[in-house]
C-alpha cells in the first residue's frame, strides 16, 4: 500500500513559479509510476504530467515546455515545477499512484485516470494577476 500526501499548493503570480511536492508513505513508491492531475472549478479533473519508475516523463500539451515532473527515490517523493504560470493553471492538483504491476506502459495509460489506484487529497492552486 502507498499513502500520497500533495504539498506546495498557494497562491502564485502569471508568470511566475510554484513547485508542488508529492510525498508517499510505503515500501513500494519507487515500483509505482506517478501522475499529476488537476481539476479547475466547473471542469472535469484532467491528466497534467507523468513520470515512470524508470524516470520516463509525459506532459498535457497544456503545460508542455512550462512544467516539469521529476521524482527523488531516495525522498520517495515527485515534485511538479510549474513555470510560466497562467490564470488557466488555477486548478486543485491531485498526484496518484498506478499498481505496482503496471511496466512498460503508454503515454495513453498515463493520461488516463482510470490507471491510477491511489490517490492524494489533492492540493490548491490559484494563480492570480
Known amino acids: 500500500q502507498v499513502r500520497l500526501v500533495e504539498s506546495g499548493g498557494g497562491l502564485g503570480q502569471v508568470g511566475g513559479s510554484l513547485t508542488l511536492s508529492c510525498a508517499a508513505s510505503g515500501r513500494t513508491f519507487n515500483d509505482r509510476n506517478i501522475g499529476w492531475f488537476r481539476q479547475a472549478p466547473g471542469k472535469e479533473r484532467e491528466f497534467v504530467a507523468a513520470?515512470?519508475?524508470?524516470?520516463?516523463?509525459c506532459y498535457a500539451d497544456s503545460v508542455k515546455g512550462r512544467f516539469a515532473i521529476s521524482r527523488d527515490m531516495a525522498k520517495k517523493s515527485v515534485s511538479l515545477r510549474m513555470d510560466s504560470l497562467k490564470a488557466d493553471d488555477t486548478a486543485v492538483y491531485y498526484c496518484a499512484a498506478t499498481p505496482r504491476t503496471a511496466y512498460f506502459v503508454s503515454d495513453d495509460y498515463l493520461m488516463t485516470q482510470t490507471s491510477y489506484g491511489t490517490w492524494g487529497q489533492g492540493t490548491q492552486v490559484t494563480v492570480s494577476s
Open positions: 513520470i515512470t519508475r524508470t524516470r520516463s516523463t
